[in-house]
């Protein structure tokens, strides 16, 4: 089978068999098919190398195929790769260990499921169930997934209308709104859910005491914080996690994309001993999942732990971040069609000053060899989160095809203006 021979099969299969209309969005920006893949660079079936500068949303933060993660993954399929259920798992004490001692302060108990989703569905739980209240107020243009209870959370339109009613009870107020926020929480709101940095929303960092507020207020009426970590995690924004910008420690901290190393699927839930005496103590198997927390996925989990701390991780991420975002203001002082740039560590947005051109300019990365992508709450903006072990040549020439990229996409808008 030629590599051309090999695109068209597996387009084939995806209109007939998994999304048509998915299917021709991927075609239309022009990717092929993914065959194989290390650190920063993902190759196509020709052969072709992408700089990888969307990271999965977040999940390889540590590159593609870290040799670390790899090893010890490797190591456990030898020996046990899920859970017989019934025994002790000593990876996931370990995993578990080690995100008490690297989360804020106070978390203390960590619950293991395979998902962002699943990770905001068992934070929703937990704070029902340990405040006896129902209420929860979410953001306008906040992400918490797509599955029933975390989409309910989710503040876009978009993905939920075809689907209400959602679980009751939910309020939304705008990001990095502290006065709104205060006067949504009150006496019946069992939790504010939060990302610490609004991600698909378009890459918007809230304005510095938002979370240190939104936690007095939650601890002034009894309410619990839920702080959405799956994209911030790990490092992403510069700091261990986005509440250390403002050394706030939530009652819950949700973990996916990069807790796996960039390896396995992982969701984590991290929440305080007084939430687990609540919720455990009648009930030692009041939430479960069955491939939550399995040995493969847990020492995954493990690696990506010491590597980012070994190999520095978080630092450079906010050293590289800077560099990044330096180089793009450039970039945008040069192009009317970029309104603003803005991000902290290697979480970055790019907004351009018009709807439906952000489509168009990653089709131009694409034909020149990077992979970008929009946010999904947000067309306008294009979000780069290369992995934090991203070099500084490699920096140099994304920010050179994304300077390129937006000079066609300018052309191509003149020729039809
Ligand atoms: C991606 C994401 C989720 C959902 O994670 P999935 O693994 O796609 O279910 C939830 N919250 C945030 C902040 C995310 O970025």
């Known amino acids: 089978m030629t590599p051309d021979q090999l695109q068209t099969e597996v387009v084939r299969k995806y209109t007939e068999f998994v999304n048509p209309y998915l299917a021709k969005l991927m075609n239309f920006a022009g990717f092929g098919v993914e065959m194989e893949a290390s650190g920063c660079i993902i190759r196509d079936q020709d052969g072709t190398e992408y700089l990888d ?12 195929r870290h040799p670390v993660v790899i090893q010890a993954v490797k190591d456990q399929l030898e020996r046990m790769p899920l859970s017989g259920k019934t025994f002790f798992n000593k990876n996931q004490a370990d995993l578990a260990e080690a995100l008490a001692q690297v989360t804020p302060e106070g978390l203390q108990f960590t619950f293991f499921s395979n998902s962002g989703a699943e990770a905001v569905e068992a934070a929703l739980k937990f704070v029902k169930g340990s405040t006896g209240r129902s209420k929860i107020v979410s953001t306008h243009g906040g992400y918490h997934g797509k599955t029933l209870g975390a989409l309910a959370t989710t503040g876009r339109e978009k993905y939920r209308k075809q689907f209400e009613p959602l679980m009751p009870g939910v309020e939304f107020v705008e990001y990095g709104d502290l006065d709104a926020a205060r006067a949504a929480i009150d006496e019946h709101t069992a939790a504010f859910i939060v990302e610490t940095l609004q991600g698909e929303g378009g890459i918007h960092v809230p304005p510095h005491g938002y979370l240190s507020g939104l936690r007095e207020r939650t601890r002034e009426v009894g309410a619990l914080l839920i702080a959405d970590e799956v994209q911030t995690g790990l490092g992403r924004t510069g700091k261990m996690f986005g509440c250390d910008h403002e050394g706030v420690s939530p009652d819950i901290l949700t973990m996916a994309k990069a807790l796996g190393g960039g390896v396995m699927p992982i969701g984590a839930t991290s929440f305080t001993a007084e939430i687990g005496e609540k919720i455990y103590k009648q009930n030692p198997l009041m939430h479960t999942s069955t491939f939550g927390g399995n040995p493969l996925a847990c020492a995954a989990g493990l690696a990506t732990i010491r590597v980012v701390q070994d190999e520095g991780l978080v630092e450079r991420s906010a050293e590289m971040g800077e560099k990044m975002m330096l180089g793009l203001r450039e970039i945008q002082a040069r192009h009317d069609l970029l309104s603003e740039v803005r991000g902290q560590g290697l979480m970055i947005g790019v907004e351009f000053a018009m709807d439906e051109v952000g489509e168009l300019a990653i089709a131009q990365m694409v034909k020149r060899g990077m ?47």
């Open 371 to 417: 992979i970008a992508a929009y946010t999904l709450n947000n067309p306008r903006v294009i979000r780069l989160e290369p992995p934090l072990i991203v070099t500084e040549a490699q920096i140099d020439r994304a920010l050179g095809i994304l300077d390129e990229a937006v000079t066609e996409t300018e052309e191509i808008l003149a020729a039809f203006a």
């Open 53 to 64: 500068f969307l990271g999965g949303y977040g999940v390889f933060s540590l590159g593609h």
